[in-house]
């Protein structure tokens, strides 16, 4: 392959990925769980000024820093679309992660291993996923990657001090986005099997080496300061709040003692990893011998990558609060530690056949369930009503695609693989991501309560989720996200008693005795059995102060 072939190459690359990524921006609304929350604390920075302490619905969120919040405010003010802003985050941050991975790579070995390192990345299921997504992971991923690129241009490439001080300060980024941005300080572990090849140990050098500490702080520092002033400044009970949960529940409490997502020690190596990272979990069994060969010639380019990813996974493991997405930052560097070993992998005749067979099995599978629901099988389509989508001709369809592709590409499982993965992401962006938006967003419900509410109306949201704030088209108040049932429902009981023309959209996991059916109004929408809607209640109000948030 010439240099030419390979800068062709690469550019069709970053354009045929950038096409699958970008595809369906603006198809959909934010989904639940997070990215309702994330699209709803921008739109409020945008709508009230009050951009430093991210609120949801009027009450301030304690969980993250605002940092990806802002990326959203940012497109949110440019563009005035929420539905395409909460997107380009997550979309453009991992195109830059791409473009490090190959250029870093191509810097270690010669530009084809890079094109190789993209090729693979664009591939894996992990990555495209998270970078169609509206969640904090795909950021915190490319400030993670920015370490790692940092940290391997000095460690490798080096001595380059400004790139291993620009590492820590893209750590320090990482963690004002996600709490986890330090894990390529992880990578250091590696120095004690190998030493950089420019290695020197005297004094000044050593004070360099705890510089980067300095820079990872001051990254930190640009949010927490200010945050830390006004909390001085002006500290309510909410602001404190905001404080102590961040920097402590949602860090080292949340890691020693978690609360949710409870998983086994073994969740991501045996679940995780298999699936999230296909194709190139599959090559994991034929790595063992060349990383063990790497190892004797103290390769520094499989090294240090690989002490980086076995030392995150053992990190999230040993904390009993996990999800997959705490894997995605890594999985750059499991392409490099792939990459140059690519094309004997690829070559080998078994990963051919599992991959074939992989597509095959797939393609049957999919035509199997989407014929059955096209035809009216009852044991499938139950699950129309179920789920409220009916995806079976696009199954069909994607199904009959992968048969079509794996029987007239056979003897190439590369080809099958890549063009099967083209058309998944292309027809699930364009055709199924719409489909499924029709059960997801709340925006067909709150146009069907439209017709039944007076203009002038306000709503209440008892059991509120955020997805509801989106969509609102009166006054909304609601009544505390995490506080106790009972509280919420005798909240929203003195609210609706105190001026006409109110009325509560409840969530029927809150409805007690206080709502009587004779109260309640019909709305032309599928939401109407879990989000019941009343113009009065059974139950008198109580003298008592309870929380109430106006959020529109």
């Known amino acids: 392959m010439s240099s030419v072939d390979i800068k062709k190459y690469t550019f069709w690359l970053f354009a045929i990925t950038a096409i699958v990524i970008l595809a369906g921006i603006g198809l959909r609304d934010p989904w639940p769980p997070d990215e309702p929350r994330f699209a709803l604390m921008a739109k409020e920075m945008w709508e009230t000024g009050n951009w430093f302490f991210p609120h949801r619905g009027g009450e301030i969120y304690p969980d993250k820093p605002p940092m ?38 191509k810097r270690l070995y010669n530009p084809k291993i890079g094109l190789y390192a993209g090729f693979l990345l664009a591939i894996t299921l992990h990555f495209i996923l998270q970078a169609k997504s509206g969640q904090l992971d795909a950021p915190v991923a490319f400030w993670v990657m920015l370490g790692s690129y940092g940290l391997l241009r000095h460690l490798i490439l080096g001595p380059a001090w400004r790139w291993y001080c620009l590492a820590f300060f893209a750590m320090g980024m990482g963690i004002i986005t996600k ?22 140990k005297n004094n000044k050098q050593l004070l360099k080496w705890f510089a980067g500490l300095f820079f990872l702080l001051f990254a930190v520092s640009l949010w927490l ?40 020690f073994y969740y991501y190596v045996l679940e995780v990893i298999p699936l999230f990272w296909l194709p190139l979990s599959l090559f994991i069994p034929w790595l063992i011998k060349p990383i063990k060969q790497a190892f004797k010639d103290k390769d520094r380019r499989i090294i240090y990558p690989l002490t980086m990813v076995v ?55 999919l035509c199997l369930i989407g014929f059955s629901g096209v035809f009216g ?7 129309t009503a179920k789920y409220l989508v009916n995806p079976w001709y696009w199954l069909a369809s994607l199904g009959l695609f992968g048969l079509i592709v794996s029987i007239v590409f056979r003897k190439n499982a590369l080809k099958i693989y890549t063009i099967f993965m083209l058309g998944m992401w292309l027809s699930y962006s364009l055709w199924a991501m719409p489909l499924v938006d029709k059960a997801m967003s709340t925006q067909p419900m709150m146009a069907a309560i439209a017709k039944v509410l007076p ?34 429902q005798q909240a929203a009981v003195n609210w609706i008693h105190e001026k006409q023309k109110r009325y509560l959209l409840v969530n029927k996991d809150f409805v007690n005795a206080c709502f009587k059916p004779q109260n309640r109004l019909d709305y032309d929408s599928f939401h109407k059995t879990k989000w019941l809607l009343f113009s009065n209640t059974k139950c008198k109000p109580d003298n ?9």
Do not use: C
């Open 68 to 105: 990806v919040m802002w990326m959203i405010l940012l497109f949110y003010g440019l563009l005035g679309n929420l539905k395409i802003a909460f997107l380009l985050p997550s979309a453009i941050l991992s195109m830059l992660t791409m473009w490090m991975t190959v250029d870093i790579a």
């Open 179 to 200: 709490g986890v941005g330090f894990l390529p300080v992880l990578m250091l572990f590696g120095l004690i099997i190998v030493s950089p090849s420019w290695a020197d």
């Open 225 to 264: 300061i200010p945050m830390l002033i006004q909390v001085d400044n002006n500290p309510t009970p909410d602001v404190l709040a905001y404080r102590d949960n961040i920097l402590l529940k949602q860090t080292v409490n949340r890691y020693a003692k978690s609360w949710a997502h409870l998983q086994p």
């Open 311 to 365: 030392f995150v996974v053992f990190f999230f493991s040993l904390s009993k609060g996990k999800r997959a997405e705490y894997m995605l930052p890594i999985l750059p560097m499991f392409v490099l530690i792939i990459a140059p070993f690519f094309e004997q992998l690829i070559a080998n005749k078994t990963i051919q056949r599992i991959s074939v067979t992989l597509v095959f099995i797939l393609s049957f599978m």
């Open 377 to 383: 099988v009852e044991k499938v389509t139950h699950l």
């Open 455 to 488: 203009q002038d109306a306000e709503l209440g949201l008892v059991g509120m989720r955020e997805k509801l704030l989106l969509h609102t088209h009166w006054k909304t108040t609601h009544f505390g996200h995490h506080l106790p049932k009972k509280e919420q």
């Open 544 to 552: 008592k102060k309870h929380s109430v948030y106006s959020s529109h």
